[in-house]
């Protein structure tokens, strides 16, 4: 357990210590406390029809999202497990075991009497390795992550305030402002920028590179990512059936595909002069839509000639990759502080809600650790560094988000020690980082933003140290 984790398990200790005659109060931290010990919670939240379930799928590699009652959405959280079940939470949060269909990749559920006013959320155990790291909640249009996710990808088709409203709504409290963690932006559909055309994923990703330098959106998220979840659920996914049908097409006259391809209707016409069947187009089609065709086919004449190479190639210009990566390193990777955060903003909203005098010294706990948390600290860095709120020279800024656990939170990772990553090897190398970023927390031509973000990494590497030689 961290040093952080230690002292909000303290400090939920004695919150329930100071609430222990308040039975809700006593359920609310037990609740937060079993917390510490689950996987990172995830919500995949954002308007009607942006992707959500696609993006959860792409992730997992399966159709699992959406599920439904009587054709509305329902709450949904994916978890790992050794086989597919599912439990439907009722309204009086009773628990009901519901039969489920699989195969294929594929998870049906026989929800048999259940309407959806009935049901809280359903819960849904699947054997892929990312669910046993963190559980995915899947959310239905609008609906807000709440008390019950560490983290958030929260996915706009633009950045402008009315998309940024739940972002904005989420950070209206001191330990959310003081903490402003666990949040990744994801622009989707980003294969439909400028009508999808055959550059649209490379000016998506320009557009989220220029996002993800606003400095106003520096305390709303960790990171501004584009990403084409249809693409990238497809490539992961790609048969080899799909890829000779996307090379047959890719083998026509090239004017002739063009046409073809330039809009849904055009493709999907009866008589096409095109060796692919027009049944076979419409899966093609319903998989892929008319950018991802474009693109496969794209791919496919430009040198991809098997179906992993291509598979590989769609989910990396898909931005699929890059979420991924993020989700592994910014959530995942950062789970510990995470869930800390979750249990000071329950701490937190309980004093607000339910106060008493012998919970005043909880109160002034909470401001301590949230002062004291380097965890947070290096967080916001990391943030101001890729914004460029706090300039500094190349090679020192990419140390310093090397350091700050930008690339992975090991001490291996930090230090970029390759294996054997002995503990002599990694102790010599954080004091060589320490004496070099001391230098730099004192340097005459920084001023005092850049001087305090080289003091955040000067901390960093005396915990690195600490815990090498104790």
Same mark, same amino acid.
């Given at each position: 357990m961290s040093e952080l984790s230690a002292s909000v398990w303290d400090l939920l200790t004695d919150a329930l210590e100071a609430y222990r005659d308040s039975p809700a109060a006593a359920e609310w931290l037990g609740y937060h406390m079993t917390r510490f010990f689950e996987p990172l919670r995830i919500a995949v939240t954002g308007p009607a029809r942006c992707g959500k379930s696609t993006v959860v799928n792409a992730i997992v590699g399966e159709q699992i999202a959406p599920v439904q009652a009587a054709g509305v959405q329902v709450l949904t959280w994916y978890s790992g497990g050794d086989e597919p079940?599912?439990?439907?939470?009722?309204?009086?949060?009773?628990?009901? &075991?519901?039969?489920? &269909?699989?195969g294929g990749g594929r998870l049906g559920l026989d929800l048999g009497r259940w309407r959806h006013g009935e049901i809280s959320r359903i819960a849904v155990r699947w054997p892929a390795a990312c669910l046993d790291r963190a559980t995915l909640i899947d959310t239905p249009a609008d609906a807000a992550a709440g008390d019950e996710a560490d983290a958030v990808v929260h996915l706009v088709r633009n950045v402008d305030d009315a998309a940024l409203e739940p972002l904005y709504a989420a950070q209206d409290s001191p330990v959310a402002r003081a903490a402003p963690v666990g949040t990744v932006l994801v622009l989707c559909r980003a294969d439909e920028i400028g009508a999808g055309r055959a550059d649209a994923l490379s000016s998506a990703r320009l557009i989220a590179r220029r996002h993800d330098r606003d400095p106003r959106l520096a305390g709303l998220c960790q990171q501004v990512l584009a990403v084409a979840g249809q693409i990238g659920y497809a490539g992961r996914t790609l048969t080899d059936q799909e890829y000779a049908q996307l090379r047959d097409l890719a083998a026509a006259d090239r004017p002739a595909l063009e046409e073809l391809l330039l809009s849904a209707d055009r493709f999907l016409r009866p008589g096409a002069d095109t060796v692919v069947g027009a049944g076979a187009r419409r899966m093609l089609l319903d998989r892929f839509g008319l950018a991802g065709v474009r693109l496969a086919t794209a791919l496919v004449r430009g040198g991809c000639r098997t179906a992993r190479s291509l598979s590989r190639e769609l989910v990396r210009r898909s931005g699929l990759d890059d979420l991924r990566e993020s989700i592994d390193q910014?959530?995942?990777g950062r789970a510990e502080v995470l869930k800390a955060r979750s249990a000071l903003l329950a701490v937190e909203r309980l004093l607000a809600t339910h106060p008493r005098p012998q919970a005043r010294p909880?109160?002034?706990r909470l401001e301590q650790v949230l002062a004291s948390a380097h965890d947070f600290r290096e967080l916001r860095v990391l943030t101001a560094?890729?914004?460029?709120?706090?300039?500094?020279?190349?090679?020192l800024a990419a140390e310093a988000h090397r350091l700050l656990g930008g690339e992975g939170t090991g001490v291996a990772e930090r230090l970029a020690v390759d294996h054997p990553a002995t503990e002599a090897r990694l102790r010599a190398a954080a004091? &060589?980082?320490?004496v070099r970023w001391q230098e730099q927390a004192t340097n005459p031509v920084f001023g005092r933003q850049q001087r305090l973000a080289a003091a955040a990494v000067v901390?960093?590497? &005396?915990g690195m140290l600490a815990r090498l030689t104790t």
């Open positions: 079940a599912a439990t439907v939470y009722a309204a009086d949060d009773s628990a009901h &075991e519901v039969p489920v &269909e699989h910014d959530l995942i909880i109160a002034g560094l890729r914004t460029g709120r706090v300039p500094l020279p190349a090679d004091a &060589e980082a320490l901390r960093t590497c &005396e």
